[in-house]
Antibody, heavy 118, light 113 residues
Framework: QVQLVQSGTEVKKPGASVKVSCKASGFTFTTFSMHWVRQAPGQRLEWMGWIDIDNGNTKYSQQFQGRVSITLDTSARTAYMELSSLRSEDTAVYFC???????????WGQGTLVTVSS | DIVMTQSPDSLAVPLGERATINCKSSQSVLSSSKNENRLAWYQQKPGQPPKLLIYWASTRESGVPDRFSGSGSGTDFTLTISSLQAEDVAVYYCQQYYNTPRTFGQGTKVEIK
C-alpha cells in the first residue's frame, strides 16, 4: 500500500532554513505528483507547491515564492521541501501529499512539526 | 486565488442526526472540458493528516462510509453526514483543485450535541 513517511520534528531559529523529507513506498515512484501542505496552529490547510515526480517540474504558491524549494531524490524515492528565511509565522505542521488521477490527495504523510523560535 | 469559504465554522449535532456543511468558492471550479467539479472534501482528526472523503464534488473515496455524501456544482457545494456517528467528530475541509494555488476552506468543526 502507498506510504509516505516524513522526517521528524524540527526546531529552528528565525532566519534559518529547514528541509523536510518524505519517503515514499508502495507505488511506482515516477508517477503522479507530490504536494506540500502546511497547517499552522488552529489555521486552515495551506498549499505550498508541488513537484511532478516524472519530470521534476515544480510549481510554488506565490506566498512562498523565493523561499521554498521542492526537490526529489528518485533513487531514494524521497521528496524534499526546503523553506528558508524562517520566521515565527512558519511554525506549523508540514505535510507531503501524493495526488492520483483525480488530482485530489488520497495519500498523506504523517506530518512534520517545525517550530521557529529564538 | 480561489477563496473557499465554509459555513458554519462549527456545528453540534445529536448522534444519528444529519450534519450539513456548506462550501462556497469565489469562482467556478467546474472543468467544462471534463464536466467535473474539481472539489474535494477531507476529514481531519486531532494529530492526524487529512483523510480524503469525497472527490469530484460527489464521488466517495474507496472505503468511506456511505453516510458521507457530497453535492453541488460550480461554486456551491455541500457535504452531508446522514447519520452522525461518534467517530465522525472531526474538522472537515473543502478544497479546490481547479487551479493553483490549491486552496482550502477554513474548516468546519463537527461535534456531538
Amino acid at each position: 500500500q502507498v506510504q509516505l513517511v516524513q522526517s521528524g520534528t524540527e526546531v529552528k531559529k528565525p532566519g534559518a532554513s529547514v528541509k523536510v523529507s518524505c519517503k515514499a513506498s508502495g507505488f511506482t515512484f515516477t508517477t503522479f505528483s507530490m504536494h506540500w501542505v502546511r497547517q499552522a496552529p488552529g489555521q486552515r490547510l495551506e498549499w505550498m507547491g508541488w513537484i511532478d515526480i516524472d519530470n521534476g517540474n515544480t510549481k510554488y504558491s506565490q506566498q512562498f515564492q523565493g523561499r521554498v524549494s521542492i526537490t526529489l531524490d528518485t533513487s531514494a524515492r524521497t521528496a524534499y521541501m526546503e523553506l528558508s528565511s524562517l520566521r515565527s509565522e512558519d511554525t506549523a505542521v508540514y505535510f507531503c501529499a501524493r495526488d492520483n488521477i483525480t488530482d485530489s490527495y488520497p495519500f498523506w504523510g504523517q506530518g512534520t512539526l517545525v517550530t521557529v523560535s529564538s | 486565488d480561489i477563496v473557499m469559504t465554509q459555513s458554519p465554522d462549527s456545528l453540534a449535532v445529536p448522534l444519528g442526526e444529519r450534519a450539513t456543511i456548506n462550501c462556497k468558492s469565489s469562482q467556478s471550479v467546474l472543468s467544462s472540458s471534463k464536466n467535473e467539479n474539481r472539489l474535494a472534501w477531507y476529514q481531519q482528526k486531532p494529530g492526524q493528516p487529512p483523510k480524503l472523503l469525497i472527490y469530484w464534488a460527489s464521488t466517495r473515496e474507496s472505503g468511506v462510509p456511505d453516510r458521507f455524501s457530497g453535492s453541488g456544482s460550480g461554486t456551491d457545494f455541500t457535504l452531508t453526514i446522514s447519520s452522525l456517528q461518534a467517530e465522525d467528530v472531526a474538522v472537515y475541509y473543502c478544497q479546490q483543485y481547479y487551479n493553483t494555488p490549491r486552496t482550502f476552506g477554513q474548516g468546519t468543526k463537527v461535534e456531538i450535541k
